[in-house]
């Protein structure tokens, strides 16, 4: 099929948002994917975000700040992944006739993914974020009172940050128009990013465990199916994403859907989840320090106070009131997964009860990355004033998050002070752990 025109499909997705000139008070709505629920919520991070519970304005308290940290929207395969499909796929080549019916659907499929950039469905995220953003939050904003937007520099960063503050115009009538977002390079000092711990260690050893355990039985049911391609334990989690991917861009049910199973799209999912723990989760020495700087600016914005942070951030910036507005009440931030990852476990929120097993996924287990970052995953820091008390809590894909950490209760509300005491590992720079980023 021909590629999708992301102009169209955003002009066409807000037109009918307008009716002689006012937004409709419905919510922009994505277009469906025809697949069952449980089938596109184990696509890991490549699952299209949704809300984990409704949103509900917290009672009795006013909010008086938002904090919006947001990844980007539905992209196309990374380099490097892309070369790794393409590898698998090219297996295909070798195979005469297909002794499974579901595969011999492939015959007819074609490869026409691009890389890295954000596809039409993940500007649509965007949009659609932003457009809710104005709706939940307009009493904090105004002609006048503008949300402060920023974003890594990469290019599916940026465009999902400019497409958000299209959708946050759009919903305001045009009223509130923000202006374009900072953006920070990702050479340099970035909080929004985390490459600038060279020490950090990778998941490959931890996930390998993992893909030799549960790959084998699908390589096995594959090349039966498709005599001569010759699939490798490592090809199959590649293929698996070939469902998402290929879904996402077209937007209809790719054919490589059919060929697994709810069991294989599970297994599936927990080497994404082993690969994120492990990555710049808890499970990484050096991953939750790469998420300290973002905390430390989060404590400035929310407390008024200069940045106070000798990690990622990027001093220049930080230290303007052009760059670092403080007393703003939006904001709104975009990044990526691995960083909001390093985030979580910086802050010390979403932590399991206990390390992620190699080769014994817990059926229950709460470190699910299709909750934690999914395409458009957002995490927002509320300020609140409650009975005259500041206040905050913390939102995942509109689900309220536990904080323990400050003395919580159930509503997820605890004071900004017991909160800005609770971040100690940010607000002493990772404890040390900062410095073995680099010795």
């Known amino acids: 099929m021909a590629p999708l025109n992301p102009l169209r499909v955003l002009t066409t997705a807000a037109s009918f948002l307008l009716v002689s000139g006012h937004v409709q008070q419905e919510t922009f709505r994505l277009p469906r994917i025809d697949l069952p629920h449980e089938i596109i919520r184990s696509w890991a991070q490549y699952t299209p975000a949704f809300p984990l519970q409704s949103y509900q304005i917290p009672e009795s308290c006013s909010i008086t700040q938002v904090n919006i940290l947001q990844r980007h929207g539905a992209r196309f395969p990374t380099t490097g992944a892309t070369k790794r499909i393409l590898a698998a796929i090219s297996k295909l080549d070798n195979v005469l006739t297909f002794n499974d019916a ?181 499970g990484q020495p050096l991953g939750p320090v790469q998420g300290v700087g973002y905390i430390n600016e989060l404590l400035a914005r929310l407390t008024g106070q200069p940045v106070s942070d000798e990690t990622q951030t990027n001093r220049t910036l930080d230290s303007s009131p052009d760059t670092f507005p403080l007393h703003r009440t939006l904001y709104a931030d975009f990044s990526h997964d691995n960083e909001m990852i390093a985030i979580y476990a910086a802050m010390g929120i979403l932590k399991p009860s206990s390390p992620l097993e190699l080769t014994d996924p817990d059926p229950d287990r709460t470190w699910l990355v299709s909750h934690l970052v999914p395409f458009a995953s957002s995490l927002v820091t509320e300020r609140l004033l409650c009975g005259g008390v500041q206040s905050i809590r913390i939102l995942l894909n509109d689900g309220v998050v536990p904080l323990s950490i400050c003395g919580a209760g159930s509503d997820g509300i605890c004071t900004l002070k017991e909160f800005v005491k609770s971040q100690s590992y940010a607000r002493n720079n990772g404890e040390g752990d900062w410095e073995k980023c680099f010795v």
């Open 102 to 282: 579901k595969m011999a659907g492939l015959k007819n499929w074609t490869y026409e993914l691009g890389s890295n950039d954000l596809i039409p469905f993940g500007e649509m995220q965007a949009f659609e974020s932003g457009f809710e953003a104005f709706r939940r939050y307009s009493s904090l904003v105004s002609e006048e009172i503008l949300p402060f937007v920023r974003a890594s520099d990469g290019k599916r960063v940026v465009v999902s940050a400019e497409n958000w503050i299209n959708g946050f115009a759009e919903a305001s009538g045009g009223i509130v128009n923000p202006a374009p977002p900072l953006l920070i390079s990702e050479s340099g000092n970035n909080t929004l990013d985390d490459k600038m711990c060279p020490n950090a260690g990778d998941p490959d050893s931890k996930t390998a465990v993992w893909q030799e355990t549960f790959a084998p039985r699908i390589a096995q049911r594959l090349n039966a199916g498709a005599p001569g391609a010759k699939f490798t334990n490592a090809d199959i989690p590649n293929l698996i994403s070939l469902c998402a991917f290929d879904t996402l861009y077209k937007q209809e049910p790719s054919p490589w859907c059919y060929i697994f199973d709810k069991q294989d799209f599970e297994e599936s999912e927990y080497f994404y989840d082993l690969d994120k723990y492990y990555g710049t989760g808890y």
